[in-house]
C-alpha cells in the first residue's frame, strides 16, 4: 500500500481558513474516491468528507457542511479540503486514504473500506 501525503495544516483562530491537500507520491489517485477524516485528543476518528473518481459525489459530515468544500485535481493528482469559517470543534489530526472500491462509496463513512492511511496534518482553531 502506498500512503497518502497530508499537507496544509496549521493553526489559526476561529473564523478562518485552512486548504489541506492530499498526495500520494508516485500513486496515481485519479481512480479512487479519496475519503478525510479527523482525530481529536482523546477521541475516535471520524470521517468528514468523500469525493469519487470523477468528483460528481461529494459527501460531507453534517457539522462541515457549509463550511468545507473538497475538490480533486487530477492534473496533479491532489485532493483538497476547503476549510473555512473554522470553529474549535475542528481541531484535530486531519487524515486522507483512499477507497479500496469506489462502489462502496455510499457507504463512504466506514473506515474499513480505506487504505493508504497517511500520517496526518494538525489543524488547531483557537482564539
Known amino acids: 500500500q502506498v500512503p497518502l501525503v497530508e499537507s496544509g495544516g496549521g493553526s489559526v483562530q476561529p473564523g478562518g481558513s485552512l486548504r489541506l491537500s492530499c498526495t500520494a507520491p508516485?500513486?496515481?489517485?485519479?481512480?479512487?474516491?479519496i475519503g478525510w477524516f479527523r482525530q481529536a485528543p482523546g477521541k475516535p476518528r471520524e470521517e468528514v468528507s468523500c469525493?469519487?473518481?470523477?468528483?460528481?459525489?461529494?459527501y460531507y459530515r453534517d457539522s462541515v457542511k457549509g463550511r468545507f468544500t473538497t475538490s480533486r485535481d487530477k492534473a496533479k493528482n491532489t485532493i483538497y479540503l476547503q476549510m473555512d469559517n473554522l470553529k474549535p470543534e475542528d481541531t484535530a489530526s486531519y487524515y486522507c486514504a483512499r477507497m479500496r472500491d469506489e462502489r462502496w462509496i455510499k457507504h463512504w463513512t466506514l473506515q474499513n473500506k480505506y487504505e493508504g492511511w497517511g500520517q496526518g496534518t494538525q489543524v488547531t482553531v483557537s482564539s
Open positions: 469525493i469519487g473518481s470523477y468528483a460528481d459525489r461529494v
Open positions: 508516485g500513486f496515481d489517485l485519479g481512480n479512487h474516491a
